[in-house]
Nanobody, 125 residues
Framework: VQLQASGGGLVQTGGSLRLSCLASGRTFDRYASAWFRQAPGKEREFVATISWSGFTIYYADSVKGRFTISRDNAKNTVYLEMSSLEPEDTAVYYC???????????????????WGQGTLVTVSS
C-alpha cells in the first residue's frame, strides 16, 4: 500500500482544514488507518484511528471534539477534518495503515505498517 497525504497548509487560530490520505496498491477496506503528527523537536504522536469498517474510532484527548476522522473506502481515502485549530496543532501530519486484514488498531506507531510522506499544518496565532 502506498499512502499520499495532502491538504496541509497555513491557517489562523480557530480555523479549519481537511487532510486527505489517498491509498493505492491494495484493497484499502482491509486496513485500519490512522493519523499521527510530529511537531518540531518532538516525537511523533497519535491523533486518531479508524477501523477498516469505519465503525470504531479513537482520538487523542488533545484533539477530541475538534478533529474528525472518516474514510471512504470506495475512494480509497481517509480524511481528517480539523476545526478550532490552535498553534499547538502545528505539525507534520502523517497518515498510516496497518498490515492487511487488521480490522482495528490502536495508538501505537508500531501497529502501523504503511506510512505516507506527511503534510505540514501550520497554525498561526
Amino acid at each position: 500500500v502506498q499512502l499520499q497525504a495532502s491538504g496541509g497548509g497555513l491557517v489562523q487560530t480557530g480555523g479549519s482544514l481537511r487532510l486527505s490520505c489517498l491509498a493505492s496498491g491494495r484493497t484499502f477496506d482491509r486496513y485500519a488507518s490512522a493519523w499521527f503528527r510530529q511537531a518540531p523537536g518532538k516525537e511523533r504522536e497519535f491523533v486518531a484511528t479508524i477501523s477498516w469498517s469505519g465503525f470504531t474510532i479513537y482520538y487523542a484527548d488533545s484533539v477530541k471534539g475538534r478533529f474528525t476522522i472518516s474514510r471512504d473506502n470506495a475512494k480509497n481515502t481517509v480524511y481528517l477534518e480539523m476545526s478550532s485549530l490552535e498553534p499547538e496543532d502545528t505539525a507534520v501530519y502523517y497518515c498510516a495503515a496497518t498490515a492487511a486484514y487488521t480490522a482495528v488498531a490502536g495508538t501505537s506507531l508500531s501497529e502501523y505498517h504503511y506510512w505516507g510522506q506527511g503534510t505540514l499544518v501550520t497554525v498561526s496565532s
